[in-house]
């Protein structure tokens, strides 16, 4: 159990480094403000996280003279992508609800007669 508990945190730590990403996170919040529908919104994303990803390792391979880094681990990628579905979940929901009550808001203005 211990072991298990460890390990739990630890992945946590990771998901939250994630999220310390300056180029990142704000793509992730671009993703959930924009997008009208949640599947795109989290696809987009989790598609920028991959492709961000791929991007970082090639720049530092080529920064270390073309020397292959090795592929991050399995662990890293997973919380990637749990931090950007996060991120954007959260923005997602906080937007939606702005978007209702712009929209409620709006049809009680065309409701009220003209005085």
Same mark, same amino acid.
Do not use: H
């Given at each position: ?6 390990? &739990? ?7 939250? $480094? &994630?999220?310390? !990403? ?12 924009f997008f009208r529908k949640f $599947? ?14 791929? #991007? ?9 003279? $073309?020397?292959? &880094?090795?592929?991050? !681990?399995?662990?890293v990628v997973i919380a990637s992508?749990?931090? *950007?579905?996060?991120? &954007?979940? #959260?923005?997602?929901?906080? *937007? ?10 709006? *049809?009680? !203005?065309?409701?009220?007669? !003209?005085?």
């Amino acid at each position: 159990m211990d072991d298990f508990v460890r390990e &739990t945190l630890g992945f946590f730590a990771m998901v939250v $480094g &994630t999220l310390m !990403d300056p180029i990142a996170v704000p793509c992730y919040i671009a993703s959930g403000i924009f997008f009208r529908k949640f $599947g795109g919104a989290l696809a987009a994303s989790i598609g920028f996280s991959l492709i961000f990803r791929v #991007v970082v390792a090639a720049i530092k391979s080529n920064s270390e003279g $073309g020397a292959e &880094t090795g592929s991050p !681990d399995i662990e890293v990628v997973i919380a990637s992508f749990v931090g *950007a579905a996060i991120v &954007t979940s #959260v923005v997602f929901l906080i *937007a939606s609800n702005y978007r209702k009550q712009a929209k409620n808001e709006s *049809a009680k !203005d065309e409701k009220k007669p !003209d005085d």
